[in-house]
């Protein structure tokens, strides 16, 4: 029993980040029409947000301490992040301890400029353009953008502590009866858990509650009469764009700890944030929450031993490592729209 | 001549040409000038022209005439190299026996693939390869070891049976080979500080390509052809005047997934190991790459974009800062400085962005690619001269 | 590569374009090398083959720092490093047998595929007549294979699988690193004095030959010791976020957690223990413990706090204070600023070997190299008296137990030696049966 609570958390925080991704993703395509394939790469964009901002706090002074030696005998540098300078030592290692949570406020602008410059300068000219070219165009941009993080950051994964204060492990266990230890869960995934559902939360919230979002959705039902009433659809959708990268952002840097960032962390993500779409149902918002969370949780029960043993007696070993993909080929075979996609949207 | 027109006869003795030739156009400088990096002419990079020529020659039948994007079909190169390694470890180092096996292995499997993903077109079938390529990848990675022998690749060894083969007793390991004629064996022509190199294996696939490249030209004007034309402009007209789209997609699929096999069986044949990175959906990215930048639905363009990437991954990849310092090395060391940091990112390890920047501005501008844009400036050209509208010509692309 | 034999004409000559390769042969002048790529310039070319991007890109970073160093001392630049401390005084500092070296580098992206074309455009078009490097045992024996039949010497950079000199071992290729085995014979007396006899381990094992072989080694040494083995997890190598495999360790009643990872996937799979709280937790009354077999600092450092008190093995350590260790630090550390990891140390000693066997045989003939580097004992590398075995092509040295630093001085001080392991208890023989099933072969030259 507590083996199965602790993979259904476990499923929860990865479901948390395919749900996030599938989000903005499902989000551009019934706004926009548009199959992103570097939206995987706004993700990975988010996440080295933090490390940018890791580096930026991380700037500092050296002085040299010539009581202690380095390794080659010489006088031993001592670095002082400039933030500790200027507002004192203990203020200035909180602020670094709280890189990850600071850089969430530092990417929302940053991801917003990203996703509207992408828009005008890119998307927009594809909207007329066949699905196959959106999909070629955008894939060669992940291609430019990964390729540009891997010029600038090295290609090796960067580690981004969370703070010191949700590093550790929460015992959720013992609020449901088990014994102490039996059910504990680093505190850091169940605070990315809850931060994607008040991310989601705000996001279906805006589009409900909102007169914007309610244009949008009316957009997204029928986009030429609602232009027809004299509402520049084109527009809003061009920041829904960037409130869709900006989601994929903070995703991203909020997912650092659990997963420390590379370059190729967008193409890692594409597929399977793909996958969930279409499990979902493309277009459909509730869907892809639904699918992500679904599927993370599916693999990581496959990923449970007892559950291995079992399919590796049909000999099919690490059933972890393709469960997702065939459940998304049955899916697509049986019900082609998805979970909860309309009929007959993009249904052929 | 060959059952094709002269306009199409041309074109392909002008290839059986290149191909031929290549050792010589490949190697246009001295080896021990200062240009020498830019040759091309070695036996493993010229065997890597023509194999990844067949596979995209292959995947333009596919999307090339029905518009069908496949993010898959590395999966079946894979597949195919692994049923020439497995040949290459049960019955005879001959590249013959290993060669059917893997056209058929990756012909049977993509019929299979085949049959589920075209239930579906458009965008869904993108997504339904992709989904079929990455299983498939992490079947081989980890799922079938013992079948693929995981992360570490399959190889040969000394001990595998070979029923056919004599038994060896030399103590090396056995080579893959022609009845008899080595695929490794390279022939050296010395002329005046030039060396062109021959290899077997390299003219061998040179043969494959050839006749890949004759099969698919046929294909471009036949009446399948035709179909699978009008299933790219408009499949749903062609579904209201009764007929069923699908056979000659899913043929077409077979057809390329067979091309993909062969390619992947020519890939072992001349180096006996198969490794399941060559399935990530990444790799078959690189095919649409190829096919894209070279010309997609034209006859000459997927041969020319997997040069035109292979050469870059080999050639244009290695020039690191000193050499980029030894080009500029004439300027003032500010500028020199300068022109290295600006260029820096986009050569040497940075090709691939380089690569991404030309697919991006292809995509967006010259969707015929390189042959298209190369037709343009003919036409260009010629209409300065004649200034009469531009003629069909047959490597112009289908819209 | 030779010129064309023909053992079958009849069927030859249907093919055009074989045909035109029988009149090629009459025109040619065929080469007069002795050996593949035979250097016939002032210059000799070795190829540094080193992942630059994936799991164990950061080894690779720094294996490609320690060949420059290297090729810097063998022609007679910077302070001449472990040159100077090296038993053998056959290097001169003016190249290798007069010639100077060049290199060229590539990314085997930690992938057999891309390694083993990397290596062959090495071979075929740079005419490197050694490969060196690889920082994944799969890649290793990959391109350990491709040099054996092109008739190149390999100098394996750092493999850590049994493999690599057992099962798959090949006669052009050398390892100076040590094994799983080794690892295992030297870990387990400390592990007994440390955590008793009475131990279940549980072992998360990256899924390829390294894995597989260090954690068999791993469980049977520690078997021997009295441990009991609770399961055996194998994980991809290209897992990244491992907590799916970590979470069923935590009720699994296993005492011990045996990570058979390295590089980035030992500095995830280690910080993702961490974060599920395994460090803190109790079992049977005992304190949870953690074992990372294999060792670096580079993965010490990033794995940062985590790795303080593991235990684990390792080929060489920088704060190692004979005459070699220290004349390596310096250089190292005066050119790039920090010192070098135990991956820097194995491929500048296996480029130093290579060129002093080159040397002594006084020819690039790979089969002279191999009959002058077999059972070649030596000294003065940082390992103390090192012997090359002629059966195996495994050096045979002191193997060095070390633990995460509980107070670390310094950023690159985060482990300590705790025990050197003599050489005679990591030993084995030739036929030992983890390393049973290959055979070396024949040296060849590709003549």
């Not at chain 1, 380095?70 to 001592?78: A, R, S, T, V, Y």
């Not at chain 2, 501005?361 to 343009?376: A, K, Q, W």
């Amino acid at each position: 029993m507590d083996a199965i609570l602790l993979q259904v958390l476990n499923g929860l925080d990865k479901g948390s980040a395919y749900a996030l991704i599938a989000l903005g993703l499902t989000l551009i395509f019934g706004t926009l029409g548009v199959v992103n394939f570097a939206h995987g790469a706004l993700f990975m964009i988010g996440a080295f947000c933090a490390v940018t901002l890791q580096k930026i706090l991380n700037i500092s002074t050296i002085s040299l301490d010539p009581t202690k030696t380095d390794f080659l005998g010489d006088p031993l540098k001592i670095k002082t992040p400039l933030v500790e300078t200027w507002f004192g030592e203990i203020a200035g290692q909180a602020i670094i301890d709280w890189t990850v949570p600071l850089a969430v406020l530092f990417s929302i602008p940053i991801m917003l400029v990203i996703g509207y410059v992408m828009e005008r300068g890119l998307i927009r000219h594809f909207y007329k353009r066949p699905h196959a070219d959106q999909i070629l165009v955008t894939f060669g941009l992940a291609i430019v953008a990964g390729e540009l993080v891997k010029a600038n950051f090295g290609a090796t994964e960067i580690q981004v502590p969370a703070p010191d204060l949700l590093a550790g492990v929460t015992d959720l266990g013992v609020y449901l009866g088990f014994d102490v230890g039996r059910v504990a869960y680093p505190t850091w995934r169940i605070t990315f858990f809850c931060f994607s559902l008040a991310v989601i939360g705000s996001i279906f919230a805006f589009l409900q509650f909102t007169t914007f979002g309610m244009v949008v959705r009316a957009g997204m039902a029928d986009r030429e009469t609602v232009g027809l009433l004299g509402i520049n659809i084109d527009r809003k959708f061009t920041i829904m764009f960037g409130i869709a990268a900006a989601v994929a952002g903070v995703a991203g840097v909020m997912y650092t700890p659990i997963k420390p960032p590379s370059y190729e962390l967008g193409m890692q993500f594409l597929v399977i944030s793909f996958v969930v779409v279409v499990v979902g149902g493309m277009g459909s918002l509730a869907g892809a929450v639904l699918a992500g969370f679904m599927l993370g949780i599916l693999e990581s029960f496959a990923s449970m031993n007892e559950v291995k043993s079992f399919f590796e007696m049909l000999y099919l070993p690490s059933i972890d490592q393709i469960i997702i993909y065939l459940v998304a080929i049955i899916v697509l075979l049986v019900r082609p729209r998805g979970l909860l996609g309309k009929a007959g949207v993009m249904e052929d | 001549m060959l059952k094709l027109d002269k306009k199409d006869a041309v074109t392909f003795l002008f290839v059986v040409a290149i191909t031929l030739l290549a050792p010589f156009i490949m190697n246009p400088f001295p080896t021990e000038s200062g240009l020498a990096q830019f040759n091309a002419g070695y036996p493993d990079l010229m065997q890597r022209f023509v194999i990844f020529g067949i596979f995209a020659i292959g995947y333009n039948i596919l999307f090339g005439l029905t518009g069908y994007l496949s993010f898959g079909h590395a999966a079946f190169l894979g597949m195919g190299s692994y049923a020439a390694v497995w040949m290459f470890k049960l019955l005879t180092m001959n590249v013959i026996p290993a060669l059917i096996l893997s056209i058929i292995v990756a012909g049977l499997f993509s019929l299979l693939i085949g049959f589920i993903s075209l239930r579906r077109s458009g965008i869904y079938f993108s997504i339904l390869t992709l989904a079929f390529a990455e299983m498939s990848f992490r079947l081989a990675y980890s799922v079938l070891t013992p079948l693929t022998n995981g992360e570490t690749g399959l190889q040969i060894t000394l001990k595998d049976p070979r029923v056919l083969d004599a038994i060896n007793t030399t103590g090396h390991q056995p080579v893959t080979s022609l009845f008899g004629l080595e695929m490794r064996n390279t022939a050296t022509l010395d002329i005046a500080g030039w060396a062109f190199q021959f290899n077997v294996g390299y003219y061998v696939s040179a043969v494959f390509m050839l006749i890949a490249f004759y099969i698919s030209m046929r294909i471009f004007r036949s009446p399948f052809g035709l179909m699978l034309r009008a299933i790219k402009t408009n499949q749903t007209r062609l579904n209201y005047t009764g007929l069923n789209s699908r056979p000659y997609t899913l043929a077409a699929f077979v057809i390329s997934g067979m091309y993909a096999g062969l390619a992947g069986g020519l890939l072992a044949s001349m180096d006996p190991l198969a490794g399941a990175e060559r399935m990530q959906w990444t790799a078959s990215g690189e095919v649409v790459l190829m096919t894209i930048l070279g010309g997609a639905g034209t006859l000459l363009g997927p041969v020319l974009g997997a040069g035109f990437i292979k050469y870059f991954e080999n050639i244009f990849s290695k020039i690191n800062d000193n050499i980029l310092h030894s080009w500029f090395s004439f300027m003032p060391e500010s500028l020199e400085t300068f022109f290295t940091t600006i260029i820096h990112p986009f050569v040497g390890k940075g090709w691939h962005l380089t690569l991404g920047l030309m697919f991006m501005l292809i995509v967006t501008f010259l969707p015929g690619g390189l042959v298209d844009g190369g037709t343009r400036i003919w036409n260009r050209i010629r209409k300065n001269k004649k200034s009469s509208s531009s003629a069909a010509s047959s490597t112009e692309p289908v819209e | 590569m030779s010129k064309i034999e023909f053992t079958r004409r009849g069927i030859i000559k249907t093919s055009a374009a074989v045909g035109a390769g029988i009149a090629m042969p009459t025109l040619l002048t065929s080469p007069a090398a002795a050996y593949t790529n035979e250097p016939k310039g002032k210059t000799v070319t070795l190829g540094f083959n080193v992942p630059q991007t994936g799991a164990y890109a950061d080894e690779g970073a720094d294996e490609l720092r320690a060949y420059e160093l290297a090729v810097e001392h063998l022609n007679g630049g910077g302070d001449g490093g472990m040159m100077n401390t090296f038993s053998s005084k056959e290097l001169k500092g003016n190249g290798i047998l007069g010639k100077k070296v060049e290199f060229v580098t590539g990314d085997t992206q930690t992938k057999s595929d891309a390694a083993r074309a990397s290596a062959k455009s090495m071979i075929e078009k740079d005419n490197a007549v050694m490969i060196t490097g690889g920082s994944s045992s799969g890649v290793a024996i990959a391109v350990q294979g491709l040099c054996q039949e092109a008739g190149v010497i390999f100098m394996a950079g750092l493999t850590h699988s049994n493999d690599t000199t057992g099962k798959d071992k090949k006669a052009n290729g050398f390892r100076h690193f040590f094994n799983g085995y080794m690892s295992g014979a030297a870990l387990a007396p400390v592990l007994l004095e440390m955590y008793g006899p009475d131990r279940t381990a549980y072992h998360l094992t990256a899924d390829y030959t390294w894995g597989w072989t260090q954690q068999e080694s791993i469980q049977q040494a520690t078997e021997a010791i009295g441990w009991k083995t609770a399961k055996n997890v194998l994980t991809p190598l290209a897992t990244t976020d491992f907590s799916s495999y970590v979470a069923p360790v935590l009720n699994s009643g296993a005492d011990v957690l045996v990570l058979n990872h390295y590089g980035g996937n030992m500095i995830n799979s280690l910080t993702a223990a961490v974060q599920f709280g395994l460090r803190a937790k109790e079992v049977n009354g005992k304190n949870f413990e953690i074992v990372v077999p294999l060792y670096s600092r580079l993965m010490a450092k990033g794995a940062g706090e985590n790795v303080k008190g593991i235990f684990g093995s390792t080929n060489w350590h920088w704060s190692l204070q004979d005459e070699g260790s220290k004349a390596f630090v310096k250089s190292f550390g005066k050119k790039y600023g920090f010192p070098p990891s135990q991956a820097a140390h194995t491929v500048y000693c296996q480029t130093l070997l290579y060129a002093d066997a080159a040397e002594r045989a006084g020819t690039f003939n790979p089969c002279g190299i191999a009959e002058s580097l077999e059972g070649f004992k030596f000294d003065g590398l940082g390992n103390g008296a090192t012997e090359y075995r002629a059966g195996d092509h495994q050096c045979f040295k002191d193997v060095l137990v070390v633990k995460g630093k509980e107070n670390p001085t310094s950023e690159f001080d985060v482990l300590e030696v705790v025990k050197v392991t003599p050489r005679a208890q990591v030993e084995y023989p030739v036929d030992h049966a983890m390393f049973a099933g290959g055979e070396l072969g024949k040296c060849n030259s590709g003549a």
